[in-house]
């Protein structure tokens, strides 16, 4: 049963702000004035008393519900993001349900910001990041890192490629992005002092193990070496690498996680989290937030929709042959609210210094599996109507079975999944309903 409530996450809260802003404003400031040296750009300082959180690819899907419960839970926002595959309109939405949700409340909206811009532009990048340099370490020449502390306390990044058939196509583009994103965009968070970071990571990264039929535990795919107790009790050790990855999306999560774990390993300054995302799905239950994706949408939830939209005739459900209980693939479906919230408690785990080793990972799932029949069923419970389907082979590089082991993220974050995949349909189909009438809106 869903025990969640209109106040947001129901894990572990940061501390109340001392002097939250009076209100959500709205400064896109890239093409502002801003200086190279941290000095002269102290008259821009936008909120000196404020800190804040910033979020790199903050208005896609899931990026846009984790803002939402940041603000719900009383931090200031930045929001860094060139639309590749989101929209302005979501910014103005976010804006809407941050006053709805403070309206009555002793608590004013926390301030949120937005930066239409690449985060591998490196001059925009520090340009913006200047702006929120610490008052008193205004006029330091930037020659010495180690003075520098910003009013920027945390990172979480969402900006990544995420089309499996894409990156088979284009490999370079996802590595340049995914991979050199991340290490460029470290690069400058480490000479801003800015040292904790969530960073989105996948379910994928575990390859075809997740064939394997037993839920995944975070140490079948690690960095360096660990030692564990596997789900049938047995001790095990593990090396660093992984196993049966199957495209160039899924390397390239595995490679920056790699990359993140070995920062956090040489500078124990960072604290660094890499949530692996099981199958997001869902969308806030105002119906004002969901998946907008610019291109043609290729997952299973999109292309439902799609399909009960009318603007596909049928779903092709992808093999009806996996050793499952229908024969459709099985996944763990999440609530996207519960997988935003899963961001708010691994923020929390960071500050409090509860990062063991400066990296960890967590598996962002449910523990529970559905078939993609289950999901169509659910659709159509919540919809009334019938979605037309048809089988056809399986889509190439998928696997069977790809469920959650969560119990790690429930014991040091303390959060678990509380919204059920009925939950999740009939939110979307809020979303859909609503969108309808304002599809137009939302993307001008
Ligand atoms: C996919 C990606 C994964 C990525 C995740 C992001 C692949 C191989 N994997 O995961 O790397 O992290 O999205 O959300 O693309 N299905 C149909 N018909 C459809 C669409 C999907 O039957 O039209 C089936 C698929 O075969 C799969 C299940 O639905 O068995 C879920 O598919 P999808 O939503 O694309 O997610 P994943 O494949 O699990």
């Not at 979501?90 to 608590?107: C, I, P």
């Not at 564990?228 to 390239?252: E, K």
């Not at 603007?311 to 042959?321: A, H, N, Y």
Request: aromatic content about 8%; glycine content about 8%; proline content about 5%.
């Amino acid at each position: 049963m869903d025990s969640s409530t209109d106040s947001g996450c129901s894990s572990p809260r940061f501390s109340p702000q001392l002097s939250p802003s009076s209100s959500v404003s709205e400064l896109s400031s890239p093409g502002t004035e801003i200086s190279t040296l941290f000095c002269s750009s102290f008259t821009n300082l936008p909120y000196p008393d404020q800190q804040f959180i910033a979020v790199v690819g903050g208005l896609g899907y899931i990026g846009s519900h984790t803002c939402l419960e940041l603000l719900k839970a009383g931090e200031n926002i930045i929001i860094i993001d060139n639309l590749s595959n989101s929209f302005r309109g979501v910014y103005d939405r976010l804006g809407l349900l941050s006053k709805r949700h403070y309206e009555g409340r002793k608590q004013d909206a926390p301030t949120m910001r937005f930066y239409e811009a690449d985060y591998r532009d490196e001059s925009t990048i520090r340009h913006i990041l200047s702006d929120y340099v610490k008052p008193a370490q205004l006029c330091t020449t930037g020659d010495d890192d180690s003075v520098i502390s910003s009013t920027i306390k945390g990172v979480i990044h969402f900006g990544a490629y995420k089309s499996v058939s894409e990156s088979i196509q284009n490999p370079l583009k996802y590595y340049a992005n995914n991979v050199a994103g991340v290490i460029e965009l470290c690069s400058i968070l480490q000479s801003f002092n800015i040292k904790t970071f969530i960073f989105s990571s996948s379910a994928t990264v575990y390859g075809s193990l997740a064939n394997s039929g037993v839920p995944l535990k975070e140490e079948y795919c690690t960095h360096q070496t660990e030692t564990f107790i596997d789900h049938d009790g047995g001790i095990r050790t593990v090396f660093g690498g992984c196993t049966g990855l199957t495209n160039p999306y899924g390397r390239s999560k595995w490679m920056s996680e790699a990359i993140l774990s070995d920062l956090a390993l040489a500078d124990p300054e960072w604290n660094i989290i890499a949530l692996r995302y099981f199958n997001p799905v869902g969308c806030d239950e105002s119906g004002l937030l969901g998946e907008d994706p610019r291109g043609v949408p290729t997952n299973l939830m999109p292309v439902v929709l799609n399909v009960l939209a009318g603007s596909l005739p049928v779903l092709d459900i992808f093999g009806t042959d996996y050793p499952t209980s229908d024969g459709t693939a099985v996944r763990d479906f999440i609530h996207v609210s519960d997988l935003a919230c899963g961001h708010i408690a691994a923020l929390t785990a960071a500050f409090n210094g509860r990062v063991p080793r400066g990296f960890r990972t967590y598996n962002l799932g449910s523990g529970m599996g559905s078939s993609v029949l289950d999901v169509v069923g659910a659709v159509e419970a919540v919809s009334s109507a019938k979605i037309p389907v048809r089988t056809v082979d399986r889509r190439e590089g998928d696997v069977g079975i790809c469920v959650a082991m969560p119990e790690r993220a429930e014991v040091e974050l303390d959060w678990r999944t509380e919204k059920s995949l009925e939950t999740s349909c009939r939110d979307i189909y809020n979303f859909l309903e609503k969108q309808k009438s304002s599809l137009a809106a939302i993307r001008s």
